[in-house]
């Protein structure tokens, strides 16, 4: 695969796929055996991909992903990525907080000699992504709320 495809691929998957969100780019981009192992859904494929994006839009209605470096090798993309939502579902035991949000993150797609797209591994801070939100403490803080923390 050239390095623009698979360049193409991670802007696809970011800014469109998830973004707009357009679910026809899961069936093209997407391998019907995609099952990263750190995700703990019983789907495979496209499905798996657009029950994530729906699940998160549901929590994040106005979810935008955009890519601030990509590096396409021939069989995977490097995606540094900005998103920025506003908190608007519920979800995550929590109710909507109305806050918007930004936070950075980090993705690596590994592509088949078939274009199609077979694992993610996908970095984001969570933590601070709950603490924007307001419900959880600054990570500094945190040892005042754990019982028999000893500084």
């Not at 357009?22 to 859904?41: G, L, R, S, V």
């Not at 209605?61 to 590096?71: F, G």
């Not at 939502?85 to 930004?102: L, Y």
């Not at 077979?118 to 939100?133: A, G, N, Q, S, T």
Request: hydrophobic share 40%; glycine share 8%.
């Amino acid at each position: 695969m050239e390095l623009k495809e698979s360049e193409q691929i991670g802007k696809l998957w970011f800014e469109d796929m998830w973004s707009i969100p357009d679910f026809t780019i899961a069936d093209k981009i997407i391998d019907p055996e995609y099952k990263p192992d750190w995700i703990n859904i019983d789907m495979v494929g496209p499905a798996l991909v657009k029950y994530e994006i729906k699940q998160f839009r549901s929590i994040f209605h106005d979810l935008v992903q955009k890519v601030i470096e990509i590096k396409g090798e021939e069989n995977k993309v490097w995606v540094w990525y900005r998103a920025n939502a506003i908190h608007n579902g519920g979800g995550w035991g929590f109710e909507p907080t109305n806050k918007r949000i930004e936070f950075e993150g980090a993705a690596l797609l590994f592509i088949n000699s078939e274009g199609k797209v077979f694992d993610l591994w996908d970095l984001y801070c969570f933590y601070d992504v709950l603490e924007k939100l307001g419900v959880v403490p600054a990570l500094g803080e945190l040892h005042k709320y754990l019982s028999g923390f000893k500084k």
